[in-house]
């Protein structure tokens, strides 16, 4: 079993930054795809941005592209989300999630419920 935990959320105002990370122990030998996933309030959870197990892959949702960068540290078994020119829709639950399957390069969108590891979550809050 991985645990994943995300940390870095926080209250920022809009056209901010922040970075969130999500630390990920246990068996972390294994090879896996990383993504983020939010959660707006009143909303349905949805896919934000993934990285394959090599870092060299990722993808992004369209409204978070050229925003959001998304990146992995394997010696640290941490995934970063570093997120410049928030806007107050950005504001979520963001959560973390491993995939061991390729479905964040091979599903069309992404699924929370599809991935094998989860995180519990980081608010983000953008202040207009």
């Known amino acids: 079993q991985v645990q994943l935990v995300e940390s870095g959320g926080g209250l920022v105002q809009a056209g901010g930054s922040l970075r969130l990370s999500c630390a990920a122990s246990g068996r972390t030998s294994r090879n896996y795809g990383m993504g983020w996933f939010r959660q707006p309030p009143g909303k349905e959870r949805e896919f934000v941005a993934a990285?394959?197990?090599?870092?060299?892959?990722?993808r992004y949702v369209e409204s978070v592209k050229g925003r959001f960068t998304i990146s992995r540290d394997s010696a640290k078994n941490t995934v970063y989300l570093q997120m410049n020119r928030l806007k107050p829709e950005d504001t979520a639950e963001y959560y973390c999630?491993?995939?061991?399957?390729?479905?964040?390069?091979?599903?069309?969108?992404?699924?929370?419920?599809?991935?094998?590891?989860w995180g519990k979550g980081t608010l983000v809050t953008v202040s207009s």
């Open positions: 990285i394959d197990w090599s870092g060299s892959s990722t």
């Open positions: 999630a491993g995939d061991l399957s390729g479905r964040y390069f091979r599903d069309t969108l992404p699924s929370y419920s599809a991935m094998d590891y």
